[in-house]
């Protein structure tokens, strides 16, 4: 076991874990964040996604060690702003069906917009491809991503 | 507001003053909700409860795993109540073996089989507040209404909240006889209104199984035979035991689990565990061996479940005779979140918690397996992160009521992706030859569909439960086309590969292989597809209305460049009616791309509309993940893919267009989460025909060269 630091959601904490935890089961077990799922362990699904900062990573291939003097945000800092656009256009656009794997779509879109505010069909193709969904929500997060690039450009 | 007031003072006295009126009556039950056990609520029916503030809770006995059951029972339990939409509470319901009837989410049931008894529940309550206004009033009740959560007084225009009345209306009779309203008048079923569960999913904050905990609680991986049927032998659990966390090693009927406190040492633990197995009579079981065991069977005489004419004596004289072969694969449901229950075994109770479809099943398993009665297990369902059928099997509870017993310990076991991937029951393979016959002027006159199979019903419940039904031939023996001479036979053929329902059920091969065929037919016979297809229905189908929506709606027969075509398809299952245009656009190389699905679909009355696309627009995605690339192969007597790699659903950038267009109606509702799935594979299959020629019969499509003849 060994002692980390870790900045997660604007808060500091330490995490008393094996070396080897990746950060996915930190969160969830070690921190109480369950809105990162973990659905393949090996980095395929996107499920498990988190922003480091800033940008989009699976946290199910990261340990806490690797999270050290970075910034993390999870769905849960993301979601403390209730009418943040990505939010207020996935229930416009009522994207999800099941759940399970929204959190880490959204997260992944919150990095997309970030980096382009107004991204295109193919830009959102790419950004969002490593992210599964079995429910079949794409068009919708899609149409949810353009939505709330509109609501964060009127934004004042 | 001061008159409100008042009346809720005299009728709490009342109340007071009635002693156990209530238990007479018994319909006042205090039935704690959030924040406020014990206060009071009307309880008209096991449905519903409205407290003194006028906050309706309405209990969902069927699971939410994103078809929308916790917003679709709601909407119709509200229209007929006439409640306050903003007041509703959803609370999903313990299960029960009797209270709410079949709690089973599969086979698209929810809303079909909840028309009636909830739409009812609410009428009740609703002519009982109305009762209970008119008589504090003391006007004929004739002249008043019920309308969003009030009962208003025509004549006067005076007004009663529900939280008003309902102290009054508990001391009335429930009616047995209620009028339902007239379509015309709905205002909650057929609008849109936004899912009550999206809130809480978009934040984290959502519940799903695998989220559930408390402090405390352990948590178990199992180690399970990588051979179907194969048994424990013996196991070495020293290292297993080393690992920091990993509390104990137990033996349980599916394997041996390793129990820690926390996933992730659990996992680490299994890892080190050292396992020997029996492997048994499956050790060399293999796909090819699977593949010619269905081929042999195929030559046997089958099961005759439908015979229209003399298909023989057709054959014999028909100039045209097309015969072909079309098999799938076992395929897999994947839902993103892993098989896993908390259970909490103690000597007088159990408590479940999982993402389940049929709480009533783990119900009965977990009262099986600890000898306790039924009433002293208690099964809470959690939220669901994909079911499609999968989790109508509860060997995932079995496996943590065995443990938490075992353990005398509240335990959760969890799969990995591997573990539900290889440790699973899948869609069954199957095999059909089909044939066809052709008249001199080249219309249909025979039809013969030969079908080798797994039977769900029988490998799960074996031969002498009285349900050894053909089941494999659902959604063949009811093709609905008029050819004159029919022959559908089933030969059951089933292996050691787990089987069990996936979402449409065996409407997904027939379906396949009905509409492909049709399509070679009308190829053969020189006609339009569509058109063909239409002369064979008869004029009032609702089939032939959501082929003729949809063939519109795609601007079927247009042409389209070269490389490029449309696809069309269609299918009645669960009560529902549905057709889909699929385009593919296929490269020189044989690379194909999906471009666009139209869909229609008639699924009588939509209770919420938008949630019928949602399912139509998911059904597409999961069955063309299934007919493009889902395959689950089996060597050495196990599944051979294990994670997302090997078996990748669509993503994205693979999704086509997807446009759904619903018949306007007042019928009765059908299902919805499984109708949209059968027409998928055929009428991407038929588009790529259309593209390039080559006639795609085997799934998945990724298993035939997409070269276009000729190049």
């Avoid at chain 2, 035979?225 to 104990?248: E, I, T, Y």
């Avoid at chain 2, 009533?360 to 977990?366: D, H, K, R």
């Avoid at chain 2, 065929?517 to 190829?523: L, N, R, T, V």
Wanted: aromatic share 6%; net charge neutral; charged share 20%.
């Amino acid at each position: 076991m060994a002692l980390y630091k870790l900045e997660v959601n604007g808060e500091r904490v330490t995490v008393d874990v094996d070396p080897e935890t990746p950060l996915l089961w930190v969160l969830r077990e070690t921190l109480g964040l369950t809105g990162t799922k973990y659905s393949c362990g090996e980095g395929v699904c996107g499920n498990c996604t988190v922003l480091m900062d800033g940008e989009a990573v699976r946290s199910c291939l990261l340990t806490a060690g690797d999270a050290v003097g970075k910034k993390i945000l999870t769905i849960e800092g993301i979601s403390r702003e209730t009418d943040h656009p990505l939010l207020v256009a996935w229930r416009e656009e009522e994207v999800s069906q099941c759940g399970y794997c929204q959190p880490g779509q959204i997260v992944a879109a919150y990095a997309l917009l970030s980096q382009k505010p107004d991204p295109t069909d193919s830009e959102i193709d790419e950004a969002m491809s490593g992210l599964l969904c079995r429910c079949g929500t794409y068009p919708r997060i899609r149409r949810a991503i353009h939505r709330a690039a509109e609501l964060k450009r009127r934004q004042p | 507001m001061t008159r409100n007031m008042e009346l809720r003072r005299r009728e709490f006295l009342q109340v007071l003053g009635a002693g156990g009126a209530g238990l007479v009556l018994g319909v006042i039950r205090p039935v704690p909700l959030a924040g406020q056990e014990g206060a009071f609520v009307f309880k008209p029916n096991e449905f519903i409860a409205i407290d003194r503030q006028g906050r309706v809770t309405i209990w969902v006995a069927r699971s939410e795993m994103g078809q929308g059951a916790r917003t679709a029972v709601p909407m119709m339990v509200a229209e007929e109540l006439e409640a306050d939409w903003e007041k509703i509470t959803v609370v999903p319901a313990l299960a029960h073996p009797t209270k709410y009837g079949s709690m089973s989410t599969g086979g698209s049931t929810t809303v079909r089989r909840g028309w009636e008894p909830l739409r009812r529940a609410g009428a009740a309550a609703r002519e009982m507040l109305i009762t209970a206004a008119a008589q504090y009033w003391g006007v004929d009740r004739a002249t008043c209404k019920a309308q969003a959560g009030t009962v208003l007084h025509m004549p006067s225009g005076r007004k009663l909240d529900y939280g008003d009345l309902v102290v009054t209306a508990s001391r009335l009779p429930v009616p047995q006889e209620v009028a339902l309203k007239d379509p015309s008048t709905y205002r909650i079923v057929g609008s849109k209104r936004a899912r009550l569960d999206t809130p809480e999913k978009l934040t984290g904050k959502a519940v799903f199984g695998f989220d559930f905990t408390f402090p405390g609680l352990l948590v178990a991986v199992v180690a399970r035979s990588p051979v179907f049927g194969g048994r424990f032998r013996s196991c070495d659990a020293a290292a297993a035991l080393q690992v920091k966390g990993v509390q104990r090693v137990v033996r349980i009927p599916s394997g041996v689990a390793v129990v820690a406190n926390s996933t992730w040492a659990a996992l680490q633990g299994r890892e080190k565990l050292v396992v020997e197995w029996e492997e048994g009579e499956h050790a060399g079981l293999a796909s090819p061996a699977i593949d010619d065991y269905f081929r042999r069977h195929s030559g046997l005489e089958g099961r005759v479940v439908r015979e229209e004419g003399d298909f023989a004596a057709a054959a014999a004289a028909a100039p045209t005779r097309l015969q072909a072969e079309y098999s799938v694969p076992f395929i897999a449901h994947a839902p993103m979140e892993p098989m896993n229950c908390t259970a909490d075994v103690r000597a007088d109770r159990v408590e479940i918690h999982a993402p389940m479809q049929s709480p009533q099943g783990a119900q009965e398993a977990a009262a099986e397996i600890t000898g306790l009665p039924l009433d002293q297990v208690h099964v809470h369902t959690t939220l669901i992160g994909g079911g499609f059928g999968r989790r109508l099997m509860n060997d995932f509870v079995e496996e943590a009521v065995h443990l938490s017993k075992a353990l005398g310990a509240p335990v959760k076991v969890v799969w990995s992706r591997e573990d539900d991937m290889r440790h699973g029951f899948f869609r069954p393979a199957s095999f059909h030859r089909v044939t066809g016959l052709l008249d001199a002027g080249k219309k249909p006159v025979g039809w013969h569909h030969h079908i080798v199979a797994p039977s769900i019903s029988v490998q799960l419940f074996g031969e002498g439960d009285g349900r050894g039904n053909p089941d494999a031939v659902d959604g063949a023996a009811q093709i609905p086309y008029r050819m004159g001479n029919i022959h559908i036979d089933y030969v059951m053929a089933n292996t050691a590969v787990p089987v069990t329902w996936w979402r449409s059920v065996y409407n997904s091969q027939n379906a396949f292989v009905n509409e492909c065929f049709m399509d070679e037919m009308a190829h053969a016979a020189g006609a339009d597809p569509v058109q063909f297809r239409l002369d064979l229905l008869p004029a009032d189908s609702r089939l032939r209305a959501v082929l003729q929506l949809a063939a519109d709606k795609s601007e079927w027969g247009k042409s389209l460049p070269p490389g490029r075509g449309r696809g069309i398809a269609c299918h009645a299952c669960f009560g529902s009616f549905a057709a889909h245009c699929a385009e593919v656009e296929v490269d020189g190389s044989g690379r194909l791309r999906v471009t666009r699905y139209v869909c229609a679909i008639d699924c009588g009355q939509a209770v919420n509309p938008d949630g019928v696309k949602a399912q139509m627009e998911g059904g597409v995605i999961f069955a063309l993940s299934a007919a493009l690339r889902g395959q689950i192969t089996i060597a050495k007597g196990g599944v051979v893919q294990g994670n997302y790699d090997t078996y990748e659903p669509l993503r994205i950038n693979e999704s086509p267009e997807i446009l759904v267009h619903l018949v306007p109606s007042h019928l009765p509702p059908g299902g919805v989460g499984e109708p949209g799935v059968p027409p998928v594979a055929p009428a991407l299959c038929n588009a790529i025909f259309a593209a390039t020629g080559v006639r795609v019969r085997q799934l998945p499509v990724s298993s035939t060269s997409l070269m276009r003849s000729g190049e």
